[in-house]
Structure formats: C-alpha cells, structure tokens
C-alpha cells in the first residue's frame, strides 16, 4: 500500500484495537493469476507478541480451496471522507479522501479439528455477543456439528502490518483543525475524533 512515512502508524497497541474495532475485513487471495475476496469477521489475537487472525467463511465458498502457500492479504478499513477544499485555510488546494486502513499480511492455515473450530466460533460469541453464549453452549450438539460442517475455520499468523492513516498530515495543525471541525459538522465524527488524536503525530 503506498503510505508516505507521515501517514504510517507505528503503535502496535493502537493498531490491535483498531483491527478489532474494525474486524469485518476483506480477505483477498491469489492463485494461478485469479484473484479472490470475501468479506468476513476476524478476531485479531495477539500471545507473546505475535498477532494472528482467527476467521471463518461457508464451506460453500470457493475461496479456501485456493489457500496455498501465498500470502494473503486482509484489509481493514476505518472511518473515511471525502475532504472539500473549502475546508482549508489555504485556497489554492484541491479535493482529497482521508480515511485510515491496515494491511495484514500472511498465510492461511486451515483448521480441521473439530474441537478448535467449536472452540474458535465460540470466541468470536464471546467477543460479539457474551449476553447469547449461555445459549451457544446449550445447543443441541446435533445442530452444533450440522454448523460446523457448514464452515471452514483458518487462521492467519500475521507476518507484517502495512498502515495508512492519511489525516491531512502533510497540511499542518491549523489545517487539520479545520478539517476536524468540517468533518464534525457534516457528521464524520468518527475520521474527526482521529484528524484530531493524530494533530500533534
């Protein structure tokens, strides 16, 4: 991903959060020169400082019969907007797209132990939806192994991370307040919390 040095984030802590703030990514994959996609939900974990996604799509899904030894890619997009030149103090600019976005990279691997993929799906209740996991274990196990047939688990220990957070940095503060302001008012609230926490990177 093209990422000028003053757009890369490098906090590994704030990177996690955002992942697993923004955990319905897109998986692209690619062999024998055609390329894949789907959207699914991830749960990012990280033990002894290595992250890896934890995911799962239908059986039904082409995709997973691809996964080789190539990387994958998984993208995770955050808030965006479109940036109005009437917005900077500046006259003389021209319309931009700011929004941030993290690039993880790595190879799936599938898991096929009937254990670890009951045991992944009820992660990702846990983490989404703890109220309702009283109800997942008390499912009938007939019902549980009809599902789990139905998808395909894998993981994907991450190798690197490629970030943009392309905040108007490049604009100075001045600007960047305003941009915050203008994106508040025309209800981005979430990209103007983030110009606003980046002003002083």
């Not at 991830?42 to 400082?49: I, M, N």
């Not at 934890?54 to 994958?72: I, K, P, S, V």
């Amino acid at each position: 991903m093209y990422s000028p040095p003053y757009n890369r984030l490098q906090d590994r802590a704030q990177l996690v959060a955002f992942m697993r703030q923004h955990n319905f990514p897109v998986l692209v994959t690619g062999s024998g020169g055609s390329l894949r996609a789907s959207h699914l939900p991830a749960l990012v974990q990280e033990e002894g400082g290595e992250l890896a996604l934890d995911m799962h799509m239908a059986r039904a899904n082409e995709q997973w019969r691809h996964f080789d030894d190539t990387e994958a890619l998984v993208i995770f997009s955050g808030p965006h907007a479109y940036i109005s030149p009437r917005w900077y103090e500046d006259t003389e600019r021209v319309p931009t797209w700011n929004y941030a976005a993290v690039h993880a990279y790595g190879v799936p691997q599938l898991v096929e132990d009937r254990a670890a993929k009951h045991a992944s799906q009820r992660r990702l209740v846990a983490t989404l939806d703890p109220q309702w996991l009283p109800k997942f274990d008390a499912l009938r196990g007939e019902y549980v192994e009809r599902m789990l047939a139905a998808i395909v688990n894998f993981r994907i220990p991450v190798v690197r991370l490629e970030t943009r957070w392309k905040l108007s940095q490049n604009r100075g503060r001045r600007e960047m307040e305003l941009i915050a302001a203008a994106l508040e008012e025309s209800g981005e609230a979430a990209l103007a919390a983030l110009t606003r926490h980046h002003m002083g990177d």
